[in-house]
């Protein structure tokens, strides 16, 4: 026991095991299934944390010096947090039901993106969109099909950790690397709206922005670019007040769209959000009002 109170850094090891555990048992499909950076971070983790306890159990191992292990016991808490924290919030069934391919849009998955192609459309308008922070990239595929089955190809980016900013160059990427389809929007939930906005305001093929409960983190009123924020009045995380606060930071003409009762998650299929608010409409619902909000932009 003295052993162990002499190398903290074995607590840690075990906080980092039981992080990268909990992360694959509580959200394992995401983690396989999204971006390769999540299988690559939580294999760490687990790995560093075994290191750490055969370090600090070792018979054999050499008394640490104190400061070492203090800032070796700091350093692997906050590895240990990070995990905890960016464990994503997994796809429901109905999400996951919505990535079949059928006649009228064929779904396809890579390492970095899920694209939605609707079959035998002739419109030449995309839709590139950022998830929010920790929510599965798959979790957007119900509430996004039927864009594509109106006639637009989407494409739903897998963020690296689950995080927009480590995406940021996607959108305009992929707009430049396909200019066969006429005009792209890039649209976002939450923090991946963040990131859309900077990217519809920086000079590339983007066209126009589509906001889901979120707003832009600079002022981008100068813009040339068409807006519309779509967002839920009992929205605890993104709230109308936050809506109301970036007007001024949107293009003149920006189309503001509250839907009654709707709350953070309803934006996409992963369950309840912390910290989110109460909802006084269904899941359903609230995702209908957004869908034809976001379609009516489209088709303007």
């Known amino acids: 026991m003295r052993g162990l109170v002499r190398k903290p850094y074995v607590y840690a090891g075990v906080a980092l095991i039981a992080a990268s555990t909990w992360a694959?048992?509580?959200?394992?499909?995401?983690?396989?299934n999204g971006h390769p950076t999540y299988w690559a971070f939580y294999s760490g983790v687990a790995l560093l944390g075994v290191a750490a306890v055969l370090v600090g159990v070792a018979k054999r191992a050499r008394r640490t010096i104190a400061w070492v292990a203090?800032?070796?016991?700091?350093?692997?808490?906050?590895?240990?947090?990070?995990?905890?924290?960016?464990?994503?919030?997994?796809?429901?069934?109905?999400?996951?039901?919505?990535?079949?391919?059928?006649?009228?849009?064929?779904?396809?998955?890579?390492?970095?993106?899920?694209?939605?192609?609707?079959?035998?459309s002739l419109m030449d308008v995309g839709v590139i969109f950022q998830p929010g922070a920790q929510v599965d990239a798959r979790a957007y595929a119900g509430i996004l099909r039927p864009i594509a089955e109106a006639g637009f190809r989407v494409v739903i980016v897998k963020q690296p950790l689950g995080v927009a900013f480590l995406a940021s160059g996607f959108?305009?990427?992929?707009a430049a690397d396909h200019p066969?389809?006429?005009?792209?929007?890039?649209?976002?939930?939450?923090?991946?709206?963040?990131?859309a906005a900077e990217n519809a305001a920086a000079p590339n093929a983007i066209d126009d922005l589509i906001l889901w409960a979120s707003f832009p983190g600079s002022d981008i009123s100068s813009e040339p670019f068409e807006a519309v924020s779509v967002f839920g009045t009992e929205d605890d995380l993104t709230t109308t007040a936050d809506i109301e606060s970036s007007i001024d930071d949107l293009?003149?003409?920006?189309?503001f769209v509250a839907v009654d009762g709707a709350i953070?998650?309803?934006?996409?299929?992963?369950?309840?959000?912390?910290?989110?608010?109460?909802?006084?409409?269904?899941?359903?619902?609230?995702?209908?009002?957004?869908?034809?909000?976001?379609?009516?932009?489209?088709?303007?």
């Not at 048992?25 to 396989?32: D, E, F, K, Q």
């Not at 389809?181 to 923090?191: F, N, Q, Y």
């Not at 912390?274 to 995702?287: C, F, L, T, V, Y």
Request: charged share 10%; hydrophobic share 50%.
């Open 264 to 300: 953070h998650s309803h934006f996409g299929d992963y369950g309840v959000q912390s910290g989110d608010g109460e909802p006084e409409i269904s899941r359903a619902a609230a995702q209908q009002q957004i869908v034809q909000a976001t379609l009516a932009f489209l088709t303007s």
């Open 70 to 120: 203090v800032l070796a016991t700091i350093g692997l808490g906050v590895v240990a947090g990070l995990a905890w924290w960016l464990t994503p919030y997994e796809a429901t069934d109905r999400a996951l039901v919505a990535l079949e391919s059928d006649d009228a849009v064929v779904v396809t998955s890579s390492v970095s993106e899920i694209t939605m192609a609707p079959v035998g």
């Open 251 to 255: 293009p003149d003409g920006t189309t």
């Open 180 to 195: 066969g389809v006429r005009r792209w929007a890039v649209a976002g939930h939450s923090l991946g709206g963040v990131v």
């Open 171 to 174: 959108a305009p990427a992929w």
């Open 24 to 32: 694959l048992l509580s959200a394992g499909g995401a983690i396989v």
